[in-house]
T-cell receptor
Framework: SAVISQKPSRDICQRGTSLTIQCQVD?????MFWYRQQPGQSLTLIATANQGSEATYESGFVIDKFPISRPNLTFSTLTVSNMSPEDSSIYLC????????????FGEGSRLTVL | AQSVTQLGSHVSVSEGALVLLRCNYSSSVPPYLFWYVQYPNQGLQLLLK??????LVKGINGFEAEFKKSETSFHLTKPSAHMSDAAEYFCAVSGMGGGSYIPTFGRGTSLIVHP
C-alpha cells in the first residue's frame, strides 16, 4: 500500500487569493492524479501530474487556474489560483496502485472554503 | 467510453439491517469495477474490486459485491449494518485491454445508519 499525506487538510481562503496543496507519497509512483470533489457530486479528474513534464489537464481545467508541479516521483503540488467561492471543494491527490486495473490510493483530501 | 450510475444519493437503514447500494455501469470493453468508501473528513479507501476472477467479490468490513454482466451491475451489500458503516460510498469503473485505466466514478451514495 501507499501512504499519501496532503497539506493543508483544510483552509478558509479569501476570494482572489491562491492556495497551494502539497501531496507527499511514501514510495515512488509513476502516475499521480488530482481530483476535485464538489459537495454532493462525484469525483472529477482535474489532471494527471507528470514527473518532469507539464501536467495533462482534463476538459474544463486549465493550467493558469490549476498549475501543477511534479518535481519527483514522490511529490506533487496543486495550486488553486485566483479563487472564487465556486472553488470551494475537497481536492484529492491520488496515485495509481495498479496500472493494469486503475486501482487508486487517495490522500486524506484538502477541504477548501472560499469566502 | 465508460460511465457509472449509482441509484439513490442517500440510503437509510437501521442498525442490523441489510445494506444494498446499487451501481450500474457502461463500458465498451470488459470492465474493472471498484467500490470505495469515504468516512467523514477522510479520503477514499478501497472496499473491494472486481478484476475478472470470481464474480462474487468479498471486501473489508463484511461488504461484498456481485458482478452481473447481463445486468451491467455491481451492487454492494452487507448482511447487517453497523453504525460505523455510515459513510459515502463510490462505485467506479475502468476498462480492460483497450479501455481507459483511469477510473470513472459515480456520484456517490451516502449511507445513513439509524440506531
Amino acid at each position: 500500500s501507499a501512504v499519501i499525506s496532503q497539506k493543508p487538510s483544510r483552509d478558509i481562503c479569501q476570494r482572489g487569493t491562491s492556495l497551494t496543496i502539497q501531496c507527499q507519497v511514501d514510495s515512488q509512483v509513476t502516475m499521480m492524479f488530482w481530483y476535485r470533489q464538489q459537495p454532493g457530486q462525484s469525483l472529477t479528474l482535474i489532471a494527471t501530474a507528470n514527473q518532469g513534464s507539464e501536467a495533462t489537464y482534463e476538459s474544463g481545467f486549465v493550467i493558469d487556474k490549476f498549475p501543477i508541479s511534479r518535481p519527483n516521483l514522490t511529490f506533487s503540488t496543486l495550486t488553486v489560483s485566483n479563487m472564487s467561492p465556486e472553488d470551494s471543494s475537497i481536492y484529492l491527490c491520488s496515485v495509481v496502485w495498479d496500472i493494469n486495473t486503475g486501482e487508486l490510493f487517495f490522500g486524506e483530501g484538502s477541504r477548501l472554503t472560499v469566502l | 467510453a465508460q460511465s457509472v450510475t449509482q441509484l439513490g444519493s442517500h440510503v437509510s437503514v437501521s442498525e442490523g439491517a441489510l445494506v444494498l447500494l446499487r451501481c450500474n455501469y457502461s463500458s465498451s470493453v470488459p470492465p474493472y469495477l471498484f467500490w470505495y468508501v469515504q468516512y467523514p473528513n477522510q479520503g477514499l479507501q478501497l472496499l473491494l474490486k472486481y478484476t475478472s476472477a470470481a464474480t462474487l467479490v468479498k471486501g473489508i468490513n463484511g461488504f461484498e459485491a456481485e458482478f452481473k454482466k447481463s445486468e451491467t451491475s455491481f451492487h454492494l451489500t452487507k448482511p447487517s449494518a453497523h453504525m460505523s458503516d455510515a459513510a459515502e460510498y463510490f462505485c467506479a469503473v475502468s476498462g480492460m485491454g483497450g479501455g481507459s485505466y483511469i477510473p470513472t466514478f459515480g456520484r456517490g451514495t451516502s449511507l445513513i445508519v439509524h440506531p
